[in-house]
């Protein structure tokens, strides 16, 4: 299947989702003071890791001492500050929506990132690297990591706060 048809999919999908939202009504996440200021700093941290990422991925994209192509090193460097931004809010404390149920959300996180990961492994071992460089078409790869550290973020997170509990 070509581009043009996952991108429909994804539009479609982001559609119903809007259209469904505004039907029940739903709100968004109230956060209190200390939370606030969290976010704050987390997408402080989110940003500078930005823009350090970026310029090292720059270099080393230019200089070919990274084994992808310039649109993938963006999108990993995106992929990274929604990384940093997603565990430094978890180990903070807010979660921001997974702590309403946080071991179906860390289920699903975990799922999505395995899912990811084995088909980003899995079309490598099929078709290789016939550039030699991994494309857009290998982001399954860094997204599937994206996701299992933020699962395991979320674990080890739960593990220090049952810790904490026992003393």
């Not at 991108?7 to 939370?35: A, H």
């Not at 969290?38 to 989110?46: L, S, V």
């Not at 099929?126 to 395991?152: R, S």
Request: glycine letters at 8%; aromatic letters at 10%; one cysteine or more.
């Amino acid at each position: 299947m070509n581009n043009n048809y996952y991108f429909v999919l994804f539009l479609g999908v982001f559609l119903v989702l809007i259209i469904i939202r505004r039907k029940l009504r739903v709100t968004g996440c109230k956060y209190d003071e200390r939370q606030t200021a969290i976010r704050g700093k987390a997408y402080k941290y989110a940003m500078i890791t930005g823009v350090i990422a970026g310029i090292i991925a720059a270099v080393l994209v230019e200089t070919d001492m990274f084994p992808v192509t310039g649109s993938l090193a963006i999108i990993m460097v995106s992929l990274l500050m929604i990384t940093v931004y997603t565990v430094y809010m978890v180990i903070s404390g807010v979660y921001f929506g997974i702590s309403g149920n946080w071991k179906r959300w860390t289920v699903l996180i975990s799922a999505i990132g395995l899912f990811n990961l084995i088909i980003g492994i899995g079309r490598i071992a099929d078709e290789g690297l016939p550039e030699k460089h991994l494309t857009v078409i290998n982001v399954n790869l860094p997204l599937g990591i994206m996701f299992l550290i933020i699962a395991v973020s979320v674990l080890f997170q739960k593990l220090r706060e049952h810790r904490g509990n026992e003393l």
